[in-house]
């Protein structure tokens, strides 16, 4: 082989993924230097307390504190230590040393992206974030590389491994919410503290991430409305799997038109449970899988599927984004990481047009299905289905009926003040879940 | 909006394809620039007689039949002729000329694509090809850079729609193989002349694309073992679908380990009509639909999913390719194409190792179970599953029984002389079928 390059490369925490991305590093270093057109030498690992990792089969003398010095010394910088701070201040000194800068830190970027990119732009070198949303799925490069020359009008994303793996155990199982949550922690698909996971703060983040890429334009977390799976119920599953649906915790981004139904008046960004209908692709993704499903003018429909998780998943998308900025060094390109350059608004919730179901119980009694549609007429909410179950208890006296409603698209803010009218009647015993439907 | 620069586009081939991408660049012109970087202005569309073109609406001053001239003039050049020639020399003069070129000729490409590559790298220009292999799916991208730090094991493909459809069909309607053939033509997801897609023809090209991209290995269509579909019949489809399979036409490219376990003997790719299991995520794959699933070292499982043809949606990918090249050059980057750079050997079908399913008429006597099983040992060949099933006609008399079997992994070497053998075995009346099983 002839003389080649060495490029110094710095790894900025050592957790579940850190720790496989310095072994591959080591282990692979000829196949991934053929790749990259440079050797690829791993200069230290910077970690709070190099003792704790002592059980990680790595040379010891990689460990350092000392992440600043680092950093200044590196022509490629890995960051996988998470949270702000001092992630955020590490990849300011890497950039503006001129290193190339790969990290899968959805929180930092969804709260301070849009700084990172330009101080980026502004050095010259590239700022990569493939492992930060759907984990080993090629996702960013595809949106922002093979669409560039399409549009981009809806995204819908199962970008949470934990939340999907609860809420397909609770589909296939029928378990409530709480055991199947305690299921996926005891098989490490949880954490101890879920709520960041199940509360859909994670999604939020990397919904904020992919519209941003998508829609050319920059979303930052408190653009994105977020509910979580913590009240979706075994009977809110079950009820959708009669209907023919499937819960899902969505990521969702979609281009909605104007009132008057030219030009686009903004782009919604949400996190919610959503029912969708049991044939639509992204059904199928089971356990603790992502998928990644777009809707573009000429692409049609795409859907990227595989591993959302996972030391090693995700330190395969680390090191695609490290061999991908080393070529460029290599070839001695320009470094420009691609921007946002569109100024699309960000709509509130009460903008977004979708599909509800509404479960109702309600008194068995004659009209109360011709009173209930007369106040969805009277909200311009127009009714889909409609399905009546009567239940009579032994002693077939206290009769009561239960009604499961999915309606047509609608406005959140129709749906919501519909919903506050059918509370008010006094046929209604309980409003008993209200969810979104997409994909039909 | 500053000063921005113009590149020239020249287009060759105004069919389906070229029609759609030739409207999306004079409509969506602004778009496209912003995302480029730099106007994108059509200069010209090379036809071979422009008056066959007066129904697309497009300027008609556009047309030419000087494609030479055309392509000398271009910065970037789109070639959508198909075939081989004149497509291939038009291609050489562009580059030879500093021009970038993107092209969805798979036929080309599976037959001369390393000329190609080389003489794009010595003139510094990129060579993109997204629209050649699975219409509008992503998927030459992330395998060449998403997962360029990653290391493929496996490929599994369902790459031409036209085989898929009428796949689907008889798996969903119980038709025979040329009724489903019938109604995908009239339905125009087939040509008159279906030859090259139910022949495997297209799938091979394409097959040979994708092992060369994720083995870093230059592979030719001559690498490629292909079987169509025509012989499939609608017993196979019935037989697999009660075992708990689909049928499907894959495109595979796996790495095979020597046969002593150690490293890698080479890669075995191929074509054929597969057996998956029905929960398997390529199985839910329907219509005309394509999907690449992929299976990597550290990323484990993949799947890409979208529309695999039609004018739009193959454009799609046609102008995210050019509009990346575009890029390249507004910023000043380097127009290498990423080429492949290993060695590893082709293997001939024989040393392809896969399950298979074996489809017996056997006469209903005691012992065959017993004797054909023997037979299958006596060849090194393993049974999972073995599947009895009597049928008596009528009269009660005359009696034979259908026997299935489901083998373990074994050579197709092995297999061959199993079956052969068994053929041979006086019980026999019959083989009905043997297919190959994946994802099992």
């Not at 949470?160 to 299921?183: K, P």
């Not at 996971?197 to 941003?212: M, N, Y």
């Not at 009694?365 to 106040?375: M, W």
């Amino acid at each position: 082989m002839t003389e080649m390059r060495t490029l110094k490369v710095a790894l900025l925490g050592c957790g579940n993924v850190g720790a496989q991305v310095a072994r591959i590093l080591i282990d692979d270093a000829e196949t991934l230097a053929s790749r990259a057109g440079a050797r690829l030498e791993l200069s230290g690992i910077a970690v709070r307390n190099p003792d704790a990792r002592r059980d990680v089969e790595l040379p010891h003398e990689l460990f350092t504190t000392d992440a600043d010095a680092l950093v200044k010394d590196a022509d490629l910088v890995i960051e996988l230590m998470g949270g702000i701070e001092p992630a955020r201040t590490l990849i300011l000194t890497a950039i503006r040393h001129g290193a190339c800068v790969v990290t899968g830190n959805k929180a930092l970027l969804a709260q301070d992206g849009p700084t990172l990119y330009e101080e980026a732009d502004k050095a010259g070198v590239q700022l990569s974030y493939e492992a930060a949303v759907a984990g080993a799925i090629p996702i960013l490069r595809p949106i922002r590389d093979s669409l560039s020359g399409d549009r981009i009008t809806r995204v819908l994303g199962i970008v949470n491994g934990t939340t999907n793996f609860i809420l397909d155990q609770m589909d296939t199982t029928g378990a409530q919410f709480t055991d199947a949550l305690a299921e996926a922690q005891r098989l490490g698909y949880a954490e101890a503290d879920p709520t960041a996971d199940v509360e859909g703060h994670d999604a939020a983040a990397k919904a904020a991430i992919l519209a941003s890429l998508s829609f050319h334009t920059r979303f930052a977390l408190e653009d994105v409305f977020c509910e979580g799976i913590s009240s979706v119920t075994a009977s809110d599953i079950a009820a959708a799997k009669d209907a023919g649906f499937v819960i899902k915790l969505l990521a969702i981004a979609e281009k909605l038109a104007d009132p008057d139904g030219h030009g686009t008046a903004g782009v919604s960004v949400r996190v919610h449970p959503t029912l969708l209908p049991r044939e639509h692709p992204l059904a199928a993704v089971h356990g603790a899988f992502n998928a990644v499903f777009i809707e573009a003018e000429n692409a049609g429909e795409l859907m990227f599927y595989g591993q959302g998780a996972g030391g090693t998943p995700t330190a395969s998308a680390v090191l695609g984004d490290l061999v991908s900025a080393a070529r460029r060094i290599v070839l001695g390109g320009p470094g420009r990481t691609e921007t946002t350059t569109g100024h699309v608004p960000a709509l509130p919730i009460d903008a977004a047009v979708t599909s509800y179901y509404i479960g109702l119980d309600v008194a068995d009694q004659p009209g109360v299905l011709a009173r209930i549609a007369q106040l969805f007429a009277e909200h311009g909410v127009s009714i889909e289905i409609m399905r009546q179950t009567i239940h009579r208890d032994s002693a077939a006296k206290a009769e009561s009926a239960e009604l499961r409603i999915v309606t047509h698209r609608a406005s959140e803010a129709a749906l919501a003040a519909t919903v506050e009218a059918v509370k008010g009647l006094d046929i209604i015993n309980s409003v008993t879940s209200v969810l979104r439907v997409e994909g039909v």
